[in-house]
């Protein structure tokens, strides 16, 4: 691959944050490792002290909280930069970060506590438990969903669903035919908890979970103390995000009193001692524990070692298996991954859009070993092309980086931006209200992709932002000829024109 162009570098280098230059991380040891690991976790440790830093300057990552574990043991935790970039806190030990989806795997250890008393059974109907059939109308698939199957992410359901609130939940595939990812089944399986034990969410995570554990800085609702200790959230560009609060119960929100997929708040060192607890079989029988770290299904035949437990992502690599889970919040974000056979495992929590960016680089440093799983989720990493793009347009606006973009990409195929990245990056300016770098941005990907309806789409958007009616409809228009079934492009079309 060739080298990008020294000036797109200096426009690069001319969007650092003033904070990025103040970062200096509290570690803490525990000196607890044993000593046939004792080498490699001081290596580890040193390696994580000196890269995190100069990772989340080059990332525009304001604040982040690590923890190492070694042989089932908590060895180190670091934090690193700011809980909010304006007010410049530092971020401690004790800072709480949003979870994200890593959420979801606490939760799933509660249910399978649960199988463990025989309160519930993973592969009886979960509407038998509830007494009705949810929120899915119509749709008699609804008796194939189980804890395994909303565990494995089989159950059918979308992700989420695209209206938040409608009472109506599809079910898009026949019940364990495949693998798609799902915050909606986890909520229903939250549901069926909540019946089950007559508790709420919390209470039953507090009790099964939290408690055994001694994770007394963790919740899936807000806690008053969160208010001085809770990280701000960052876009992408190190802007920082209005406080969001999980719900507390109070509102006739489906989602009031913490979403189990999604809500938790916690620190680097009590995650960990989650993640140690699943390393060591703590807490569950070992049949359970067992079936929690064996494949279900395979997530994607690209990747034929990423597969999925009961509520944890595996690996199953030459060398053993790991298991792992992503966290994205938006602009949160976070990771885990564990290797089972010598129970060592890194954990972070990022209060940033660009959290995952950098994953790669921290298992290297944490754990060693490939992991496809990366690969897998496609989140850019902090030096591909696209983030260089965005930062250069944004230091210097569209038409001189989008030149020499097209420059470089001419002389080596593989900087060639695809169209999703490319639409990231016009969207991410339209949302920074710089309305002609984004057409500029999505004028591109119509050259590049013009078969393509969505980018038309995106294209008419940002005209329509713009304020010009015209082009707007010209590109919508073009959109609908290539899908007609664009039921966005038809609205907004309607809307132009009356």
Known sequence: MKKISCSFVLLLLTYLPSWSQEQKPEATLTTNAPANNLSSTKTAIRLLDKDIPQLMEKADIPGMSVALVRDGELVWTGAFGVMNADTKKKVTSETVFEAASLSKPVFAYGVLKLVDEGRL???????????????????????????????????????????????????LFTPGEKFSYSGEGIVYLSEVVKKITGM???????????????????????????DTIRTNDHDVIGNVDEMQKPKTGQSADRLAGGNAAASLCTTAGDYAKFVIAILNGDGLKKKTWEQMLTPQIRVDPKYPQVAWGLGLG????????????WGDNG???AYVTAFLPRKDAVVYFANSANGLSITKEILADAIGGQHPAIAHLAYDSYNSSSRILLKSIIASGAMKPLNEYREQRRKDSALMIDESKMNEIGYTLLRMKRLDDAIEVFRQNTIDF????????SFAEAYMDKGDKALAIKYYEKSLELNPANTNGADQLKKLKQ
Do not use: C
């Open 200 to 226: 709420s969410l919390e209470n039953f995570i507090q009790q099964k979970v939290f408690q055994p554990l001694g994770m007394n800085s963790s919740s899936y609702i807000w806690q008053d103390r969160y």
């Open 121 to 171: 059974n993973l592969d009886t109907p979960l509407n038998k438990y509830l007494g009705n059939n949810y929120d899915v109308v119509g749709d008699e698939r609804i008796n194939l969903i189980t804890a395994r199957r909303v565990l494995s992410h089989t159950s059918g359901f979308p992700n989420w669903r695209s209206d938040g609130g409608s009472k109506n939940l599809p079910i």
């Open 450 to 457: 013009p078969g393509s309806w969505n980018v038309w789409d």
């Open 314 to 325: 595996l690996e199953t690599m030459g060398e053993g298996t790991y298991f792992w889970h």
């Open 331 to 333: 602009d949160a974000k």
